[in-house]
């Protein structure tokens, strides 16, 4: 039977002040516990249909089931998404060295459990308790020199490959997913975000929004902060509460 109702969503998605198309894509599903944001491969053609696609696949999935079926279902979808990008369409688009790949960051909730799954730099936040969370751990270049060579974000950032992903869908022949589960309380907010958008806003930022009354007035408050930055990216939010 579908998931009861308990959950409130709002979702948005902005080209930003840079970019002349949309490569992100969303997917606000509270009737399925179910919300998604993919953010196409900047400089990959066709980052937009792989970020559609995975969307539309997972919009598709059964909602009967238990909440662990449910969460093998998604992540089984992902993996012939990974499949599907990897094979024809690279084949489609004439070029063998052309890559057709997306982030993805799904949230998945039923009762108090939570599971959060994602491949890339898109991000899952949570704020409880007037604290803000990132659930996700960011697949980048940047993430790893911090964890492998113990520098700093700083120094990270300046590596000029940075912002280079070293997981997405379709991007190899193996996708590696990674899954946080959670237990939920009463107050929880979630944020589903592609990178345009955390990257113009501080912590506080984020975290002030959050506490925002209710998911429109958080989308408000995230989108026009970040559309007074330098917005180079398109920007895609997810806001989910009780």
Request: proline fraction near 2%.
């Amino acid at each position: 039977m579908p998931v009861a109702n308990r959950w409130c969503s709002a979702a948005r998605t902005d080209t930003g002040k840079v970019r002349t198309r949309n490569e992100d894509a969303f997917l606000d599903c509270p009737e399925q516990g179910l919300w998604v944001v993919a953010d196409g491969m900047g400089g990959y053609q066709g980052g937009d249909i792989a970020s559609q696609m995975i969307v539309a696949g997972l919009a598709e999935l059964p909602t009967q089931g238990s909440f662990d079926k449910r969460l093998n279902d998604l992540r089984q979808c992902l993996h012939w998404l990974n499949r599907r990008l990897g094979q024809e369409l690279t084949i489609t688009a004439g070029q063998q060295d052309s890559i057709i790949g997306s982030t993805v960051v799904a949230l998945m909730l039923e009762g108090n459990r939570a599971a959060c799954v994602w491949a890339g730099d898109s991000r899952c936040y949570l704020w409880r308790g007037q604290r803000l969370y990132q659930l996700s751990k960011d697949h980048s270049l940047q993430q790893q020199l911090i964890d492998e060579q113990q520098m700093s974000i700083e120094q990270a950032q300046a590596h000029p490959g940075a912002t280079a992903l070293t997981r997405a869908v379709g991007a190899s022949e193996h996708l590696a997913l990674a899954v946080l589960e959670l237990t939920v309380y009463p107050s929880d907010v979630f944020l589903l975000c592609s990178d345009g958008l955390y990257q113009g806003l501080s912590c506080d930022a984020l975290g002030n929004a959050l506490n925002l009354a209710s998911p429109q007035l958080t989308l408000k408050g995230l989108f026009d902060r970040a559309l007074r930055g330098l917005a180079r990216d398109n920007l895609t939010a997810v806001v989910i509460r009780q």
